[in-house]
């Protein structure tokens, strides 16, 4: 039997807070949409300027943020799978001599952010004279990617039956191509999972392009935001604009794919 | 180790060539900074001209140079907001949920999930527009209903509780999703039970849900945790610490002194005290959980 008061104040719970969720990024939509140059925010609607996007494109030099944080997440994304791949496949079907040992380093990398390893990266970078370069902005953030990457396709390949490796055994597959031909295949939706989460990190991150980076023609979305903004502290439209330009490319990512996004950082990702 | 379990049809050796590339580049950029950053903490450096070793010095100065202290209870308030409000709205509707099958959750889960894939920077953006003094929505609408408006970032004793607001408007539908998830396979037979018990929803809450979503709950503590002590772009973006130090953490400190003050050694043993705690926290978050399981 199910109570009906009950159900409704179930929905209404969940209205609220889904409204609550909704809410301000409409709010930064709308603000994005009013007349340039006003200071009036999200309250009063102020008319259709779909010309603010173009001006922040433009202008606020977006073009040249968003390229840097697509080529950024791409090769951080790239090589982190390459090499989370292999890694998890040997954590997850291999049996080696100091396989636990291991195991908990990569798990302690969950747990450093980035905050605690920022300075002797930056000084290391310094000393190497690889700060203002894309490697400052990659390196790093593959190793933090790693960690999480290990993590995921390891347990991936200890859902895998057993039956599909030992058949490919019997048939002479050799390790490798048993990762390769065997398995990837089945994989594909645990990778696609974890390049997404690692695509959505490295590109609404922050800190590491803030402190790697001067030059503005490396400047990543949330960096050439954040300048953005102090630069313009009146014209809240071209702001936001900038803003919605910024969030854009994960939040769309998120509608095609948001069950990869929801199931991979709820299994317990610790990193984010 | 059974024989199921050998390897499919090479060597076990073979296992240490498969992990060397991942295992250099994460020792290369995670392991070697951190190790780095203890020893950059045992000095006294500005970042150009050689350095002093001090010893543990910078750690004492992280305990009893006040600014410090203030800014460490300051990400525990944020543990507050960002962690156990979350997880408090989660388990009100996790138990509203308990007695009602509910249609169209996907979508819900949808919408709840949003500002968790949103840059924080964005977010930082958004809410300053939000408690913008003048027109931002917060003060229009409490105009609206005949309240006065406040400087919500600007004021000392209303911005820590600003900022973490918006770390709990991240946080919650993660935690809400989660816990949702978690009371669906609880089964219907436990709920029948206590029913037939005569418990009423605060008894079928304490014996049946919240037991059951032990797990889910130490999840999202730990997730929101984490986020909560290393959180920085949100502070950054919204008040930069101020105003004072009303919102400075352990987070911005260590960029504020190493990249602004010249003070890397205080930066790096702030970095050290980060990580400590987080691992203090999530060890005793999954601890109470695993001894409650046992129970």
């Known amino acids: 039997m199910i109570d009906r008061r009950e159900q409704a104040l179930t929905y209404t719970l969940l209205g609220v807070f889904s409204l609550i969720a909704l809410v301000p990024i409409a709010g930064i939509v709308l603000t994005a949409l009013q007349a340039p140059g006003e200071l009036a925010t999200f309250g009063a609607p102020s008319g259709f300027h779909p010309g603010n996007f173009a001006t922040a494109w433009d202008e606020g030099n977006f073009s040249s943020y968003l390229r840097s944080s697509l080529m950024v997440a791409v090769a951080v994304v790239a090589a982190s799978t390459l090499l989370s791949i292999p890694a998890g496949y040997a954590f997850g079907m291999m049996r080696f001599r100091g396989e636990q040992a291991l195991f908990y380093l990569f798990l302690l990398g969950l747990m450093v952010p980035l905050e605690a390893t920022i300075v002797p990266l930056y000084y290391d970078f310094r000393d190497l004279a690889l700060t203002d370069t894309y490697a400052a902005l990659i390196l790093p953030q593959v190793g933090v990617s790693l960690a999480f990457g290990t993590f995921w396709m390891r347990a991936f390949f200890r859902s895998v039956p057993r039956s599909l490796v030992e058949a490919a055994r019997i048939d002479g597959s050799s390790a490798w191509s048993t990762l390769w031909r065997v398995l990837l295949p089945t994989a594909r939706p645990a990778v696609v999972t974890m390049m997404v989460l690692i695509f959505m990190w490295t590109w609404n991150e922050f800190l590491l392009a803030l402190v790697m980076v001067s030059d503005e023609g490396l400047r990543t979305a949330p960096l050439g935001l954040a300048f953005f903004q102090g630069r313009n502290t009146t014209d809240f439209a071209l702001l936001a604009a900038g803003a919605v330009i910024v969030a854009t490319p994960v939040v769309l990512l998120y509608v095609f794919l948001q069950r990869h996004f929801i199931r991979g950082m709820l299994s317990g990702a610790i990193k984010g | 180790m059974s024989r199921a379990l050998a390897p499919p049809g090479e060597p076990r050796r073979v296992a240490y060539l498969y992990l060397l590339p991942a295992l250099v580049v994460f020792a290369l950029f995670v392991l070697a900074p951190l190790a780095h950053s203890m020893w950059l903490s045992l000095f006294e450096w500005d970042g150009v001209t050689p350095g002093t070793w001090v010893g543990l010095d910078n750690y004492g ?49 949808t919408v709840l999930f949003l500002p968790q894939v949103i840059a924080l920077v964005v977010v930082g953006v958004m809410w300053r527009m939000i408690y913008a ?62 029913r037939v018990d005569g418990a009423g929803p605060v008894r079928e809450f304490f014996t049946v849900t919240l037991p059951g979503l032990r797990n889910e709950v130490a999840v999202a503590l730990t997730l929101t945790t984490i986020q909560a002590l290393r959180s920085f772009d949100i502070v950054y973006v919204t008040t930069g610490g101020g105003p004072g130090d009303s919102t400075s953490v352990p987070a911005y400190e260590v960029y504020d002194r190493a990249f602004r003050g010249g003070d890397v050694g205080t930066a790096s043993a702030i970095g050290v005290y980060i990580v400590a705690l987080i691992f203090v926290l999530v060890f005793l978050i999954n601890r109470v959980a695993e001894r409650e399981a046992a129970r």
């Open chain 2, 133 to 194: 003094p003048d027109g931002g929505l917060l003060n229009e609408g409490l105009g609206a209903v005949g309240v006065g408006g406040q400087d919500w970032l600007g004021s000392f004793p209303l911005a820590l509780p600003s900022v973490g607001l918006i770390g709990a408007w991240v946080m919650y539908g993660l935690a809400m999703v989660l816990l949702l998830a978690g009371v669906q396979k609880i089964p219907q037979s436990l709920y029948d039970a206590a």
């Open chain 2, 61 to 109: 100065q992280v305990v009893s140079d006040p600014e410090l202290r203030a800014a460490f209870r300051h990400s525990l308030v944020l543990v507050g907001f960002y962690a156990v409000l979350p997880v408090v709205i989660g388990l009100v509707l996790a138990a509203a949920m308990s007695r009602a099958r509910v249609r169209g959750l996907a979508l819900f889960r």
